[in-house]
């Protein structure tokens, strides 16, 4: 049981800030996440009672509302691997700054387009397909430009620190979000979405990439294909860890993801409530989160990092079915909460971890292999989906739960190399 023993000398000093004080242009990136992070959480609740309110009273309403959730991953099974090659020829901040302005533009579109009144389902489903093709490039990069913020040696504190971004808007964006829902409607929503990106496009601009590789050796190769296969082959063939830490993360990011796109189901048809309580919980997934990512800032990592990621999976499925079963609120809002926090805790780990192991001329692609499971996640909310209305939210639950638990456990019998990483 010697790899599940806390090492004492992680208490002795905390270093919870320690990568944003030394690092100007990681301090740039951190906040320029923060907004790009709050922009996508609040799109997602946004979405979500936009739907269910598009279609009040049909059959199909759980079905969409869910559906609606994962479509943004959709567009990752064609341009996730391309991103990745972009990534790693072109610089990476301007493609981010480019993107990130693109999508300035079509979110206050898509807000007038609801301020007229004539916004439709079909019109929610676009507008989510196309943010769903920038998000698909703009999240890895905006990843893999941690490592290149900071010394390797900073890679981890700095990875811990960056989920602030996601868990703490998280907490934030949702519960403003749902306030705004209730109170003024949809359009502020996606304006303020807007003026997101556009925050995160004034922070990246002054930033600079001081521990990229620039070397230019990833500009010579003309043959795109060619160096698509060439990233695949160095996971395959040099770094099998690597894909193996990539398939464990299809359990929490496609197996269970869904239980955040039915929280709107949940909230109203079980709690029996509206889009400001919908906005609480959605907010305590981040809450639960933020909390995780203060301690692993704070104290570092204080088990072997390979043992942390195969044990959250597993307690991360059991707490899926806890909050199915939440009767009440404030039970929901617990379970909810203690699942965020292993959640956090196997990303971080697990994304630590692959940022470490490879090399820079790899890191967008490999980092974008990372984010290319998530594009399955449609198939997955359409089963859960399904599951949803033809039983109940509640069952939906458990049957995510369950089979994450049984992929949890054949992963911890047969990762030996994912177990043995330090």
Not at 268 to 275: I, K, P, R, S, Y
Request: charged residues 10%; proline residues 4%.
């Amino acid at each position: 049981m010697s790899r599940f023993k806390l090492d004492p000398s992680v208490l002795k000093h905390l270093h919870t800030l320690d990568s944003w004080i030394a690092y100007p242009n990681y301090r740039l990136l951190w906040l320029g996440n923060f907004c790009s992070n709050s922009a996508q959480w609040m799109q997602l609740l946004t979405v979500g009672w936009l739907v269910r309110d598009l279609t009040d009273g049909l059959a199909a309403s759980a079905f969409l509302v869910v559906t609606i959730g994962g479509l943004n991953t959709l567009p990752g099974l064609i341009f996730t691997p391309w991103g990745g090659v972009l990534g790693d020829k072109l610089d990476r901040r301007k493609l981010v700054i480019s993107l990130q302005s693109f999508m300035a533009i079509l979110a206050f579109g898509f807000a007038l387009l609801v301020l007229s009144g004539y916004v439709t389902v079909w019109h929610t489903f676009a507008y989510v397909l196309i943010s769903g093709t920038t998000f698909t490039v703009t999240k890895p990069m905006r990843h893999v430009l941690i490592a290149n913020t900071v010394e390797h040696k900073d890679i981890g504190n700095a990875f811990a620190t960056n989920v602030l971004t996601i868990t703490g808007t998280r907490a934030i964006g949702p519960f403003i979000g749902g306030i705004l829902i209730a109170s003024l409607g949809f359009f502020w929503n996606f304006t303020f979405e807007a003026l997101l990106y556009v925050g995160t496009v004034l922070f990246f601009i002054p930033m600079r990439t001081p521990f990229a590789n620039n070397d230019g050796s990833n500009k010579k190769e003309t043959n795109v294909v060619k160096f698509l296969i060439d990233g695949l082959i160095y996971v395959w063939k040099d770094n099998r860890a690597i894909l193996l830490l990539v398939l464990l993360s299809l359990i929490p990011n496609v197996v269970l993801q869904p239980f955040m796109f039915l929280l709107p189901v949940f909230t109203a048809d079980v709690l029996m409530e509206g889009a400001d309580v919908g906005g609480y919980l959605l907010a305590m997934t981040g809450a639960g989160g933020l909390f995780c990512a203060l301690m692993l800032s704070s104290i570092g990592f204080p088990f072997k990092k390979g043992y942390m990621v195969l044990i959250t999976v597993i307690i991360s499925s059991i707490f899926v079915i806890f909050v199915g079963f939440s009767g009440t609120f404030i039970l929901a809002l617990t379970m909810l909460g203690i699942l965020s926090f292993s959640q956090c805790i196997f990303r971080t780990t697990n994304g630590t971890l692959i940022q470490t192991l490879v090399p820079d001329q790899y890191r967008a692609r490999v980092t974008s292999l990372q984010e290319y499971g998530r594009a399955f996640l449609v198939p997955s909310c359409l089963i859960v989906g399904w599951i949803a209305g033809i039983t109940s939210v509640q069952w939906a639950f458990l049957a995510m739960g369950i089979t994450g638990i049984a992929l949890g456990i054949l992963c911890l019998l047969l990762f030996a190399r994912v177990r043995n990483l330090p």
